[in-house]
């Protein structure tokens, strides 16, 4: 099965109609993942031709409201999306250069992480971003300070 025939069968699946601009932003979103609305927009003009902005953000919207995109939101950066929804996995971010790698859950469920005290709260999600610098940002930042 081809992408676009996945893409169309999981539009069904969640009871959306397939249109030219939902394959267009899920296309866009499986080869490059955790991208902003920004690029994915500009994406779908490239595609497509004439495509508001609005639109794109309305398809994201539906279908990160359906579950077939994950929203995360690193602190400091906009909004990113990803096709890989469902699997609780984590981010590991560079604080320099903004890269984002995929980090398979350890425990392969949320939550992730038990707090000691869940205060009689059902937990459903814990949050866990790893932050650090990537290799080319270390290299960088080693090669300012020897100057
Ligand atoms: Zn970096
Ligand atoms: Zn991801
Ligand atoms: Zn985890």
Do not use: K
Not at 65 to 89: C, F, K, M, W
Not at 127 to 147: D, K, M, Q, S, Y
């Amino acid at each position: 099965m081809s992408d676009r025939q996945q893409f169309s069968r999981r539009l069904r699946e969640a009871g959306m109609r397939v249109t030219a601009p939902r394959l267009a932003v899920l296309e866009i979103l499986d080869a490059h993942p955790h991208s902003t609305a920004d690029f994915v927009a500009a994406g779908v003009r490239e595609q497509l031709g004439a495509v508001s902005t609005q639109t794109v953000y309305d398809v994201l919207r539906a279908c990160a409201d359906r579950g077939l995109l994950r929203r995360i939101e690193p602190a400091g950066s906009p909004v990113r999306y990803e096709t890989r929804t469902a699997d609780n996995h984590h981010h590991l971010i560079c604080r320099s250069c903004g890269e984002i790698h995929d980090i398979d859950c350890l425990v392969g469920a949320a939550p992730c992480l038990a707090p000691d005290r869940d205060h009689r709260y059902v937990i459903d999600e814990a949050e866990v971003t790893f932050w650090g610098l990537c290799p080319a940002c270390r290299a960088a930042a080693n090669a300012t300070a020897n100057n």
